[in-house]
């Protein structure tokens, strides 16, 4: 069902998805032009060198954080789509599964 942008909602995920990987793209894009800025323009290569690395690091630190946040946004969505148990109809043991517990837990003079 279409929302008020009229994007149904797995259009909208496709699109986060792409501008996820153009964000990826623009930053190696820089990783490259940054150094070739900073040589045209005097400074030394081992400078030019040190700009590419660090930007290459936190690049990948992004990318790796991105994906991350896809995979989670990925999980969350298809939660939403699994059908919810009603209160009756939890699966699993626990303390508060009906009936009387067993074990001391009144005082005992």
């Known amino acids: 069902m279409p ?3 009229g994007e ?13 990987g153009d964000v990826v793209r623009w930053a190696l894009f820089s990783c490259v032009l940054v150094p070739v800025v900073l040589l045209w323009h005097g400074t030394s290569p081992a400078g030019a060198l040190g700009a590419a690395l660090g930007l290459a ?3 990948g630190a992004c990318r790796v ?3 991350q946040s896809e995979r989670g946004a990925a999980r969350l969505r298809a939660e939403e789509r ?3 148990r009603g209160r009756h109809q ?3 043991t626990g303390a508060h599964r009906g009936g009387r ?5 009144t005082p005992v003079n």
């Open 3 to 5: 929302d008020a942008s």
């Open 8 to 20: 149904r909602p797995a259009e909208r995920a496709q699109a986060a998805g792409d501008s996820a």
């Open 57 to 59: 690091a936190v690049t």
């Open 90 to 92: 939890r699966t699993g």
């Open 65 to 67: 954080l991105l994906r």
């Open 82 to 84: 699994a059908p919810h």
């Open 101 to 105: 517990h067993s074990g001391g837990t």
